[in-house]
């Protein structure tokens, strides 16, 4: 296993579990407790963790890993999830995209899809988050329209008032929102407020607003919130959705389609 995955391979399971020992990471990657003691001061000299005493936390209270670093963890769900956030749009209409794993594959379907290789334009695509704008930027048929803004460097997201400039003047037919958590009684959440509230606008100024998001989303609380769950028309995810965190959903009103 390269550095690279295993750094990122760390940083997931340390997100996950708050707290991991030299051994028991060992144990998990199957390489030398001495490799992964090198691993964790690396990774503490970068601030992506805090070292203790045979081991190491996550980096303060509310931690969100990095886009760089994430893996491609529920890599199957997050595709067909896309696959079917993409057949919701149509040629031609004004697509709004936020910035995460399952939004870029969604931007990544709809790269594919054959009824999109052409168009004037086939759609137009208005983002926040700069790796969507620089994959799709080599579509000619995609009209793109970057907010502008302030990068963030855990999600490569544009946040701050510039972008209210862009937001402010336009109109879209669909925005596709990522999100940290999703729930019938907390609404749709980021870890960042900033962020939160331009992922707010671009939902203001759509016609209608799709969750993709899998079913590790469903029923959780995040920090920051970006719009009460009954602003979404649709929630797509996967089949391993909680049947009860379905029903309260479709109770609130959403159309949950499960892939």
């Not at 993409?86 to 931007?107: D, K």
């Not at 937001?167 to 962020?195: M, N, R």
């Amino acid at each position: 296993m390269s550095r690279d995955a295993r750094w990122k391979a760390l940083l997931e399971l340390l997100v996950e579990r708050g707290r991991l020992d030299v051994e028991e990471a060992a144990a998990e990657l199957q390489v030398s407790a001495a490799t992964i003691r090198r691993d964790f001061d690396q990774l503490a000299e970068q601030q992506m963790l805090v070292r203790t005493r045979g081991g190491a936390v996550v980096h303060g209270v509310s931690y969100e890993l990095p886009l760089r670093y994430k893996t491609a963890r529920r890599a199957s769900e997050k595709q067909r999830i896309a696959t079917a956030v993409a057949e919701l749009i149509a040629p031609g209409e004004a697509v709004g995209l936020t910035g995460g794993t399952t939004t870029t594959e969604v931007a990544r379907a709809l790269a594919v899809r054959p009824d999109l290789a052409s168009g004037s334009p086939a759609l137009t695509i208005v983002t926040n988050a700069l790796n969507i704008a620089n994959e799709l930027a080599v579509r000619p048929q995609f009209k793109i329209v970057v907010t502008g803004g302030v990068a963030r460097a855990q999600s490569y997201e544009l946040i701050g008032p510039l972008a209210d400039g862009v937001l402010g003047q336009i109109t879209l037919d669909v925005a596709v929102l990522g999100v940290v958590s999703f729930d019938a009684a907390h609404g749709a959440a980021a870890h960042d407020e900033a962020e939160a509230a331009i992922n707010r606008l671009l939902c203001e100024r759509a016609e209608r607003v799709v969750v993709a998001a899998d079913s590790s989303k469903l029923g959780r609380r995040a920090f920051a919130r970006i719009c009460a769950a009954e602003t979404v028309n649709t929630l797509v995810t996967d089949s391993a959705a909680d049947p009860e965190q379905v029903r309260r959903l479709e109770e609130a009103g959403i159309e949950v389609v499960t892939v």
